[in-house]
């Protein structure tokens, strides 16, 4: 039993390092269920989450090569009990069991002879779904057995809550589906934007190539860094971060290559620099834009020969390292300006992925993104998920979020914090004036009939112009490019951005 404790810790804590890392999210899930089964000697397991408006179980990952996905009614076998009853229910002998439906095994050709099942519940206590474990190896499911499927269901809850899975009948939508079909796991927003974005990500992560990430601060470079090295073939490797802002060019310089000892004055030992850390994995150069001169050169002959000399030393040393670098600066501007060599900018924007700033991102992006930080702060701070008035939404949509995702995700922390049952405007700390004035405006029961009396942003405007024009003409689109003065491509393109479909 003892042995059995230390392993189950051992699996637990390997599950809770996947949450961290930016895996997908169907990876997660199948990790969760073979854990379970390999810890329960089972031959088989299912998680099913709770589809609350179909009122049905939908299996997100089984251990199932015959069939995609399975959907169970909640009055419908061992699971649906489980479901209805919120118990856990060990069945030693199915053919015995009146509760088992061989509905399932009559489709698979598979035999279900024994079952250990449990409710996943969240941490207001809802039931958001059920696991089972299916025939045991050796004899049959005992009490300690259930009681470790409760142990690992209460922390399979808690791993799916850390994610941004979305489970089926939350959330905004009939895309709402337990698995995030883009992919990478704890990022949020399936806007057209966004998904472009993954899309590219998901392309590129796998490969060796260099990688810019680009985009103004807080809209997600550095998250995304961590996705493209978890998502690649070095994820087992270091993940190295250097922030080129830190240091001045002297100390940068053994910072990223190291030096040997008695390179200069001070430098007593030899040092390993971050190249040499990141060896077989992934070094981060971010703010890139603020690499002092005198290394960009350096940097460059690394990208192209993957080699290097640390501070005083001879020999060029062999970096065997994947490079994504970061920045929220024009380096277009500032190879214009003499503070950026053209040859690394040219070596660099090969392959670069432009992050959209949140105003850019739609509003389906960022009513996910609000229900997702709302959700990770009432958590976070032992709160009870606080519903946001209809005034307090219109401010958060309204704004126009200069500090991106990072402000929006520090704006309702603060006010699951201060909110009691209720977020509302005064416990939102938005300091933009028109926002304030907008908000002021609704709850004075003014009339915003006047197109402009929202203060909407340049974007808004146009999507709605565009949404306008959509219905004035029938969804007319070469007629509505015309009025526009745009090209039939350019408007489908600002209809998908702005998800007017
Ligand atoms: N699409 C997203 N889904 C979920 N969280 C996000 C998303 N984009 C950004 N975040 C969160 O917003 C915060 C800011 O993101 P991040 O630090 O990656 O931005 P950045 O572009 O690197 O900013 P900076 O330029 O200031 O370094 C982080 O907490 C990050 O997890
Ligand atoms: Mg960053």
Known sequence: ?????????????????????????????????????????????????????????????????????????LNEGVAGYVARSGSFVNVPYCEDDARFSNAIDNTTGYETRSMLAGPLHNADGRLIGVV???????????????????????????????TTLTPPGEGDGPSALPVDGEGINQIVGRGGAMRQVIGDVKRVAPLEATILLRGESGTGKSLFARAVHHNSPRREGPLVQVDC???????????????????????????????????????????????????QGKLLTLLQEHTYCPVG??????????????????????????GFREDLYYRLRVVQIELPALRERGQGDLRELIDHFVARAARRHGHRRPRIRGDAMSMLTGYHWPGNVRELA???????????????PSTLSLPHPEAIGKVRAMSAGQDISHPFDDYPTLEELESRYIAFLLERHDGNRSQCARIMGIGRNTLLRKIRQYELE
């Open 1 to 73: 039993m003892n042995d059995n404790a230390i392993t189950d810790d051992a699996l637990l804590m390997a599950l809770g390092e996947l949450v961290q890392r930016e895996i997908s999210a169907a990876q997660l899930l199948g990790h969760v269920i073979d854990v379970m089964a390999r810890i329960l000697k089972a031959d088989r397991g299912t998680l099913f989450l709770l589809d609350e408006q179909r009122e049905e179980l939908i299996s997100v990952a089984a251990h199932l090569p015959e069939l995609d996905e399975i959907r169970v009614s």
């Open 132 to 162: 089972q474990v299916l025939n045991k190896k050796e004899g049959i499911f005992d009490d300690d057995d259930q009681r470790l499927l409760a142990r690992l269901a209460g922390q399979a809850a808690v791993l799916l809550e850390r």
């Open 245 to 295: 802002t830190t240091f001045p060019e002297g100390l940068m310089e053994s910072e990223l290559f190291g030096h040997e000892r008695g390179a200069f004055t001070g430098a007593h030992v030899r040092k390993e620099g971050k190249v040499a850390q990141a060896q077989g994995g992934t070094l981060f150069l971010d703010e890139i834009g603020d690499l002092p001169p005198g290394l």
């Open 313 to 338: 030393g001879t020999a060029r040393q062999r970096a065997d390292i994947r490079i994504v670098a970061a920045t929220n600066r024009r380096l277009e501007e500032l190879v214009e300006a003499g």
């Open 410 to 424: 520090n704006c309702l922390e603060s006010a699951v914090i201060f909110a009691d049952d209720e977020i509302t």
